[in-house]
């Protein structure tokens, strides 16, 4: 296979996964740790209007989400890409912190402490972990 298309392929493989993996902690947070009552999670509008009702472990739900689904998607594209592994791992982390500035915005009334904590320590540094592991033990 051309390295190129390889390299591509991994990215797809490691942002897929790493979505999943968000995806997965939050749906499992979620059922473990329900919303308060009248939480509608899927408006935006309804979040926002109860995130001061959000207990401190159910806020950080989120953050591992992050934190992990970066660090694993960061590891997958670093373990299967051909060249670049840190490179590729740390453009997930941005795609990712993209996507992080996006629900800061969309959630304005979050915690500064749990923006900050997200926004600093979940995605950028996680890439580069994922990355790193990742790319123990290749050439």
Same mark, same amino acid.
């Given at each position: 296979?051309?390295?190129?298309?390889?390299?591509?392929?991994?990215?797809?493989?490691?942002?897929?996964?790493?979505?999943?993996?968000?995806?997965?902690?939050?749906?499992?947070?979620?059922?473990?740790?329900?919303?308060?009552?009248?939480?509608?999670?899927?408006?935006?509008?309804?979040?926002?209007?109860?995130?001061?009702?959000?207990?401190?472990?159910?806020?950080?739900?989120?953050?591992?989400?992050?934190? *992990?689904?970066?660090? +694993?998607? !960061?590891?997958?594209?670093?373990?299967? %890409?051909?060249?670049?592994?840190?490179? #590729?791992? @740390? /453009?997930?982390?941005?795609?990712? *912190?993209?996507?992080? +500035?996006? !629900?800061?915005?969309?959630?304005?009334? %979050?915690?500064?402490?749990?923006?900050? #904590?997200? @926004? /600093?320590?979940?995605?950028?540094?996680?890439?580069?972990?994922?990355?790193?592991?990742?790319?123990?033990?290749? %050439?």
């Amino acid at each position: 296979m051309h390295p190129i298309l390889r390299n591509i392929l991994a990215f797809i493989a490691g942002m897929v996964v790493g979505g999943m993996v968000n995806m997965g902690i939050i749906i499992f947070g979620s059922n473990l740790l329900p919303p308060p009552p009248g939480v509608d999670v899927s408006d935006v509008a309804s979040i926002n209007a109860h995130i001061h009702e959000y207990s401190t472990i159910q806020i950080l739900v989120p953050f591992f989400a992050h934190a *992990l689904g970066t660090l +694993i998607g !960061a590891f997958i594209v670093a373990r299967l %890409a051909v060249s670049r592994q840190m490179i #590729l791992a @740390l /453009v997930i982390g941005a795609f990712n *912190l993209l996507g992080g +500035i996006m !629900a800061v915005r969309m959630i304005p009334d %979050a915690p500064m402490w749990f923006n900050g #904590l997200d @926004l /600093v320590v979940a995605y950028l540094p996680m890439a580069w972990l994922g990355g790193k592991l990742g790319m123990r033990g290749t %050439a």
